[in-house]
């Protein structure tokens, strides 16, 4: 409700729910069903612009002076031109790495698209392992990448497609402080989620697995019987 007074919601601004353009809404409200607790919003930009890669940074300076926030997640980045995303990647990282109280949860751009192809899989992990750039040194133990995206609940009753990252935080939130922050949030089963946008089989997910460089990538997969799981 509090996010909803500030930011527009269901039936009040249309931009602003999770059937419009913007990621943000339908990721608030799977961070809150998978336990998500206090969340710190930065406003970067609104509802009648496109994202920019300056708003974000901005964004990210703005937390900087903030002590309260454990986890970084930035779902519209998403939005941002390929070259854009790649930087603001690599500056989230550097946030968390310089800051050492905060880790970032990274989607892999394209994982909207349904029905994605092996190669269109293997491709889009690439570029994602890619864009992350080669001279970096401890970065990238602050953060882990998650794909693909999510067929979440809308507030409208149907469907809405958004990036994993807000369910995901929800779930480590939610470990963390039931179990402990040296619980693994795996083999999680997601609330307010259908299904992912691809499914992923035991043969496709060696794809994922880590490589030398640890730029391994998480998935949501979907088990008979199970459902959409971490």
Sequence with gaps: ADFENVFGGSGRLPEATDSGPFHLYGSMRLFFANGGGAAYV??????????????????????????????????????LPRADYATFLRDALAHCAKLRDRFAILDVQGGEAADLGEDEVRRLVEDFRSDLGESWGDEKSFGAAYFPFLHATASSGGEAVVPASGAVAGVISQIDGARGVWHSPANVVLNGVVRPTVRIGDRRQDDFAATPEGKAVNLIRDFTGHGPTV
């Design 42 to 79: 930065v406003s970067v930009g609104d509802f009648c612009a496109g994202p920019r890669l300056e708003d974000f940074q901005q964004g990210l300076a703005a937390l900087e002076g903030q002590s309260g926030p454990t986890l970084l997640v930035t779902p519209d980045a998403v939005l």
